[in-house]
Nanobody, 126 residues
């Protein structure tokens, strides 16, 4: 079992930056691919970013955040991060951290993730 706890979400002005953190319990964190997803009001949850099991491994991003968001992980701290720069009002959503015991490499598919956090709210004002 893995428990995920997100933090770092808050209200920020457009053009600002935030860093989200996701702390994971469990000794097998370093073997899981990790992902960030988000859900805006009235919309379905969507993929944001994902990273391979290993520190410095491959990453993947949805097109709308490429060049602005960076996912990283620290396996010694059992933590994955999402650095978000140049935020836009369209980035407003609840952001969820997810862990996959099914794949080692990054994946945009929600069905590959079997552990989810409770979410953290990010609000970007214009």
């Amino acid at each position: 079992q893995v428990q995920l706890v997100e933090s770092g979400g808050r209200l920020v002005q457009a053009g600002g930056s935030l860093r989200l953190s996701c702390a994971a319990s469990g000794r097998t964190f370093s073997t899981y691919a990790m992902g960030w997803f988000r859900q805006a009001p009235g919309k379905e949850r969507e993929f944001v970013a994902s990273i391979n099991w290993n520190v410095g491994g491959d990453t993947g991003y949805t097109d709308s955040v490429k060049g602005r968001f960076t996912i990283s992980r620290d396996n010694a701290k059992n933590t994955v991060y999402l650095q978000m720069n140049n935020l836009e009002p369209e980035d407003t959503a609840v952001y969820y951290c997810a862990a996959s015991s099914r794949v080692l490499n990054w994946s945009p598919r929600q069905s590959n993730y079997d552990y989810w956090g409770q979410g953290t709210q990010v609000t970007v004002s214009s």
